[in-house]
């Protein structure tokens, strides 16, 4: 009986790993399409909403008693953070003409 418990624990544990590491994937997946729409749309500007999802994702990763919404989270919040860089390197990717320009604001590719 003993050993049963065992063995249904590793296998837990086992899919867990499985589903943290898809829910990564997705959420990575998700900001991409994400970050090109908010340049788009935005500009270069939108970098503080990324800025602020990510802190706020961060704190409460850091509050929240379920441990697997304590990774996703942390998982969302990063993600966020790092789609600041992706923002600024978006706005390159237009200049570069291998995304659309918003025609509304040339200017700020010049």
């Not at 935005?42 to 802190?55: D, H, I, K, S, V």
């Not at 704190?59 to 953070?81: D, K, Q, R, Y």
């Amino acid at each position: 009986m003993r050993q049963m418990k065992r063995q249904a624990i590793c296998l837990k544990m086992n899919i867990t790993g499985i589903i943290i590491g898809l829910a990564t994937f997705l959420t990575i997946g998700l900001f991409h399409p994400i970050v090109i729409k908010a340049e788009y749309h935005f500009g270069r500007r939108c970098w503080w909403a990324f800025l602020l999802t990510g802190l706020a994702c961060l704190g409460l990763s850091l509050v929240v008693h379920s441990e697997h919404a304590s990774i996703l989270l942390g998982v969302v919040g990063f993600s966020a953070l790092w789609g600041i860089l992706e923002v600024f390197q978006q706005h390159k990717r237009v200049q570069r003409g291998w995304f659309p320009m918003n025609p509304k604001r040339k200017d700020e590719y010049k």
